[in-house]
Structures are given as structure tokens and as C-alpha cells.
């Protein structure tokens, strides 16, 4: 396709975008999806595509999830592995280039391209080489989701929605559609599951902590799920001078990690540790949790450290003061990405300059946190997005638009 076919694309594409509504009688209620994720590092992209997987399978969708190292689904999702949640299959990304187990499987209505991963070129052969002759039904073309990454920055509103046509390789002339997460109206909005409000309403926090063996005086609880970041001495030693006692309940892994680096790296089996003048301070190393009991850590404690994206919606609608450490990118992209987040969530100063110190934008001493004011920034901004529909909503409405035009 060259320039002009792809401007001529575009035209039309936006023209029909604003003047087609979804024709409900022609609404097709069930699809097969695809949802192909590569972990790069860290949780964040199988945590954000089995979110989804799990959403769509909920709303009756029947979905495959591809994925090329799915070992964190054994602690974050317990029985995905085994096949126990219904309408909902984990494939092994290797066996999508294996073009003899491909053409085996029902074809798709709907591939979504997580986070850039590019699909495998076995796969695009066998769904667009008109030369095969067990080519699935051509008139029956794959819908292809580009999701994207979510921010709070201007081009996401601008490019949501917006068509890439392919233009070389046996893809060659198809054409993909950009999905983006986002805090707006304009744009794919955030994932919230349907039952979340009342699993929030019904939550025990005194038997989640007992389940959980973590013993609760009734004292400050923090949750610590961060990278490595340089203020994390200074957040230590704030808490334990702290008239407030604080139990410090720490992630596993690389927050567990560099708090054990800032403890003088204590025996690996340490689970609980006091600091401070009459033990100010306590900290507990938890086990990996589930996605579910991931929330109810959030919810059961009074200020939340989190990273990455997922963790970052979790904690907007756990509806408990935050506070986000963005993950860096060597260009620092990420801290454009960070104050158009603090501007979307209207964040008082205070609680900007702690996102500052704490992300390594400045090497202040670490601020003292005010929970009141960050509270009411929370609640407000959870309570303004809780307003707008969720990402798996527009996602089956913008699949159903395109389905309609085909
Ligand atoms: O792990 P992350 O830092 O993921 C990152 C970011 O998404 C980043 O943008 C991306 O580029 C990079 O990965 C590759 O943070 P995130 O996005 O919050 O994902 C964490 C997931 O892990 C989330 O789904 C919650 C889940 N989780 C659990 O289920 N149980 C746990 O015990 C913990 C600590 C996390």
C-alpha cells in the first residue's frame, strides 16, 4: 500500500468512526480472541493481558491467551495454568510458530498485539497467504488490536482508534487498529472488572490480614511494591522517627530485594523484621499474592507504593492514598509520562514533589507523606474515573464497530 491508499484509509476510517453507531441487532455476542503477550521483565505485561484475558472470559468471551513465558501465572493466577477458569486457555507462544498446531485451532475473530510484541510471521502466513490452500476463510479476517501502554499524554486521545496498515511481509495490506488505555472519554479507558465495587464492599480487612498470617496491632500499614528506588532508605528511616508505628508489608521480589539490601541483606528466610525506637517500624516480606489478593492488600492498607501500569489502576480503585514509582526508560521519557499522570489525577503539590524524590527526579530528603490530603486526591480521582466506562466495554464496542463495517 503506498502513501495515498494509506491517507485515503485514514480519511475514511475517521469518517466512518464518527458517523457509525453500533447497530445492537447485529451485535455478535461471543468471539474467539487471541491475546498474544511477550514478558519482557518485571509483571507488568502478562499481569495486564491475563487482567483482560479474565475480563473478556467473564463478559462470555471465549479467549486464547499466547504467551512466551506464562511461569507468574501459578502464583498471580492460580488454576489458569490447569485450565480451571472457564472459556479461557493459556497457549504456549513457541507453538504459534509451529504452523502445523496453528492450523489445527479455530481461527480467531479478534488478535490483540499486546504492548508491540509483533506476531510471528508463521502465524500471518497462515491466516493472509492466499497461496495456502488450508488458509482459514479469508472472508473472515482476524479484527487486529494494536493494545497499547497506558498514559495520560496527549497522543493518547489523539492515535486511539486510529488504523496501521500493514505494509509489507505476508500482513502486507491488512491493517491494525490502535487501542489505547487512557484517563479519558476519548480514549480505551482503564480495566475494571465487573465485580469489583461489591468484592470493595464486602471486604473483611482483620481476616484477609489473619489468612494472610499478618500479625495487625492495629498500627499504620504501608504496602511496598517498587523498583529500586534511591529514596527507599530515606522512606525507611522517616518511618521508624515516625510517632505513628508503621508495619511496612513488603512485595516479593525486587521491592522485597532492595529492602533487604537496605536492612544489611538479613538471612533469606526473614519474614519479619523491627526497626526504630520501640520497634516504630515493623516489616513483613510477603509471599507472592494472587491478582485478587494483590487487591486486597491494597485495600487493607493505608498508603500504597506501586509500579508499573496495572498496579497503578489497582491502586486508583482501591480507593487508599498512592503513590506510583513509573517505570524508567533510558531516554526519561517516563517523567513527561509521570506529570501528565499527576495532572489527570489533579494531585496536590505535596503529593507531586513526593513523586518526584521518589521517582529519582530530584535527590531531595524524602518528604513527609500527607495521607489527608493524598486521600482526598485519591478518592476524588477514583471517584471522577469510576464515572466513565471500562476498557473492556469500549474494547467489545470498538470490536463490534469494526466487525460491522467488514
Ligand atoms: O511489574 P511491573 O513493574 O510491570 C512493568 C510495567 O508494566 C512496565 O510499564 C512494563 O513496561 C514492564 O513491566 C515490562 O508493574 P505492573 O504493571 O503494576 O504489574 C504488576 C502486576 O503484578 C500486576 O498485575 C499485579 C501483579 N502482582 C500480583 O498479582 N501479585 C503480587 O504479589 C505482586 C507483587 C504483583
Known sequence: MNFTDCLIEYVSWRTCRQARRVDNSKMKSARLWDIFCKVIDNYGDIGTCWR??????????????????????????????????????????????????????????????????????ELLEHRFDTTRSNRPDPGADPIWINLEYLSAEGFVERTHCL?????????????????????????????RESGLAKRLATFDRTSWLESHAIGWQGERLISLFCYEP????????????????????????????AVRRVLGNPPADLKSHSMGPSGSLSVTFLAPLSQADFDHLLWSCNLNFVRGEDSLVRAIWAEKPFVWQIYPQ?????????????QVMDAPQSLRQFHQTWNGIDSQVLQQPDLTEWTDAALKAGARLLHQSDLTTRLLKFVEQLGQAN
Not at 518511618?239 to 516479593?252: E, G, H, I, P, W
Not at 533510558?330 to 499527576?342: G, I, Q
Request: proline share 6%; charged share 15%; hydrophobic share 45%.
Open 52 to 121: 483482560l484475558a479474565a475480563d473478556l472470559a467473564s463478559r462470555g468471551q471465549n479467549v486464547r491467551l499466547w504467551i512466551d513465558d506464562s511461569s507468574a501465572l501459578a502464583w498471580m493466577a492460580p488454576g489458569a495454568l490447569q485450565g480451571r477458569w472457564p472459556r479461557l486457555e493459556v497457549l504456549d507462544w513457541e507453538n504459534v510458530w509451529d504452523s502445523a498446531a496453528t492450523a489445527r485451532l479455530a481461527p480467531a475473530d479478534v488478535w490483540i498485539e499486546s504492548f508491540g510484541c509483533e506476531l510471528p510471521v
Open 163 to 191: 488504523p496501521s496498515p500493514v505494509m509489507y511481509g505476508p500482513a502486507s495490506g491488512h491493517t491494525k487498529f490502535f487501542f489505547n488505555p487512557g484517563f479519558s472519554i476519548h480514549t480505551g479507558g482503564l480495566l
Open 230 to 257: 534511591a529514596a527507599l532508605e530515606g522512606l525507611l528511616e522517616r518511618l521508624q522517627r515516625d510517632t505513628t508505628s508503621t508495619q511496612l508489608l513488603v512485595t516479593n521480589g525486587r521491592a522485597a530485594a
Open 330 to 342: 533510558h531516554d526519561n521519557a517516563h517523567h513527561t509520562k509521570l506529570a501528565a499522570f499527576l
